[in-house]
């Protein structure tokens, strides 16, 4: 059975801080429908009202085009282990660029990955459980090196060459480029 509170609570707050990935959700008017896994520690409880993430170059951009044109957001936590319990909150969202007014004060609960594009900062309306039962149990085992690795090995220049062109998404809905390269 679902249960539904407004902000994150202690509980919740625990449960998200042992789980190795989790999940983003998101959709513009017209446009497919992204979700996307995210791992690496890149997730942070601000308050319990306002989560972020850390969110590095990659295929696309699908998560920053759609919140700049709807907002919506919706991420998702599953445990693994015991408890069996999933997660979800609900939000509106921004993307938070390095050239952008507020990315220092963000920056700064974060480690910054190398490739580093943005920050997505997140107000939570609604936060839901669910039993989570038929959610397989999976041990975590280590995290992929790939992404940092190939972002370590990048040219600065080339790499912030590569992003300025990407200034939409796949269905063509804008998005902001990043103008520097964080290595």
Known sequence: MADFTDTLTDKHIAMIAKQPVFFVATAAEDARIN???????????????????LDLGGSGNETHA?????????????????????????????????????????????????????IFDIAVDSVQTSCGWG???MAYETERPTLKKAHAQSDPDQWAAKMAQRTSSIDGLPTRPTDRFIG
């Open 35 to 53: 979700l996307s896994p995210k791992g690496y520690d890149a997730f942070r409880v601000l308050a319990p009202d306002r989560v972020a993430y």
């Open 66 to 118: 759609h919140l700049a044109a709807d907002g919506r957001i919706t991420l998702m936590f599953c445990n693994f282990e015991q408890p069996a319990l999933i997660l979800r909150f609900y939000g509106r969202g921004v993307p938070v660029l390095p050239q952008d007014d507020g990315w220092a004060a963000l920056a700064k609960h974060f480690t910054l990955l190398p490739g580093t594009r943005q």
């Open 135 to 137: 959610v397989p149990f």
